[in-house]
């Protein structure tokens, strides 16, 4: 490590309760190995304060979000809230939000180390048309270190209705993405590591050098097929997976 672990979990957990996202202190500091260990004892203080950590996201993943944010190489982050497709969040309720287009999966068995697409194929209970909602809470462009240890701007998950995997070609699904009732994006399954699979795959092996794993009923957010969308007070996104389903969220409107 680059910096002492204690220590800097310590201080970011206090500058967490200022709403102090990226403490200035350690821009420049942190390695990628620094990033993901003081993001996981965050996650931890975290469930020790109430919090459910209930799955795993990886981003990164698609080759317009790596152009977007000048990083080649996928990451992950922790889930702690999954909310219905069609949710409202408050106008004031999320920090410079965003959303990415993602088949959620939730995993029916467990994954100790490296896996293989198909082991991951075999493992899958059902998988979701999802939306991931993120927060641009500091300069994630220019201090991706810090916004992974600040977990990879994870804010909350939508998820619509939930369906076997079968035999469906993930990588041949194509979403469309609609903001305020218009079309802005379609991107294939084939734009996520080239098969949405390969980031459970992925994640199963990276994991293990931090002492975790993946376990039966967790959810993983796979990576989105198009670019990162913002999202303001009044706006609306629909997505549709052909085969797969919808999902809806939305923002209220400011008042007065």
């Known amino acids: ?12 957990w206090a500058a967490r309760q ?5 403490p200035p202190a350690y821009k420049g500091r942190l390695d990628l190995d620094d990033a993901y260990r003081i993001q996981l004892a965050l996650i931890d203080r975290r ?34 809230e999954t909310r219905p497709s069609g949710h409202v969040f408050g106008a004031r309720e999320l920090i410079s939000p965003g959303f990415e287009t993602e088949i959620c999966m939730r995993l029916g068995r467990d994954f100790d180390g490296p896996a293989t697409v198909g082991e991951v194929r075999s ?45 469906l070609r993930l990588e041949d699904v194509q979403a469309e993405v609609f903001l305020n009732g218009q079309e802005v994006a379609r ?26 794993k993946l376990r039966a009923g967790d959810v993983v957010m796979t990576g989105s097929f198009v670019r990162q969308f913002p999202l303001a007070p009044g706006d609306r996104a629909r997505a549709n997976f052909a085969g797969v389903g919808e999902v809806e969220l939305a923002v209220a409107a400011e008042r007065g």
């Open 187 to 212: 991107g294939m399954g084939s734009a996520v590591l080239g098969n949405p699979l390969e980031s459970v795959a992925w994640l199963a092996g990276k994991l293990g050098a931090y002492g975790r």
């Open 18 to 22: 200022r709403r102090e996202y990226f």
């Open 123 to 167: 493992g899958v209970a059902e998988i979701h048309p999802a939306f991931e909602v993120i927060e641009t809470r500091g300069d994630f462009v220019n201090h991706i270190a810090l916004a992974l240890a600040d977990n990879a701007q994870q804010r909350s998950v939508i998820l619509g209705e939930g369906r076997p995997l079968g035999d």
């Open 47 to 80: 469930v020790a304060a109430g919090e459910r950590h209930i799955g795993w996201k990886v981003g990164l993943t698609a080759k317009v979000i790596q152009e977007q944010f000048g990083f080649h190489e996928p990451v992950f982050g922790c889930i702690l």
């Open 1 to 12: 490590m680059t910096v002492q672990l204690e220590t800097a979990v310590d201080e970011f």
